[in-house]
Nanobody, 115 residues
Framework: QVRLVESGGGLVQPGGSLRLSCAGS????????MAWYREAPGKQRELVAT???????IYADSVKGRFAIARDNAKNTVYLQMNNLKPEDTAVYYC?????????WGQGTQVTVSS
């Protein structure tokens, strides 16, 4: 089954950092823009950051200056470095293509920011 697998979430205090990873198969990553999304309780899933196949990056305003997205095409992996985390960053984080492909959604990784 072709899908993406996210990892690296956890519980962290405000101001802390986490690094998320998302691994998948070559067919998903090749020539595709990849992105991180998040879904907080009671809210719609939102785009957090996206990186094109050539490395062009766009961030949501809410995470600019705190999060950094990167990809390793040789490893078919995309990363999200999250610094200065805030309670409002609490959510399940997913990766997928941008725009997303329904069949590729993984289980996500929970990020909880709390003291």
């Amino acid at each position: 089954q072709v899908r993406l697998v996210e990892s690296g979430g956890g519980l962290v205090q405000p101001g802390g950092s986490l690094r998320l990873s998302c691994a998948g198969s070559k067919i998903i990553f090749d020539f595709a823009a990849m992105a991180w999304y998040r879904e907080a309780p009671g809210k719609q899933r939102e785009l957090v950051a996206t990186i094109s196949s050539l490395g062009t990056i766009i961030y949501a305003d809410s995470v600019k200056g705190r999060f950094a997205i990167a990809r390793d095409n040789a490893k078919n992996t995309v990363y999200l470095q999250m610094n200065n985390l805030k309670p409002e960053d609490t959510a399940v984080y997913y990766c997928n293509r941008n725009p997303p492909t329904d069949a590729y959604w993984g289980q996500g990784t929970q990020v909880t920011v709390s003291s």
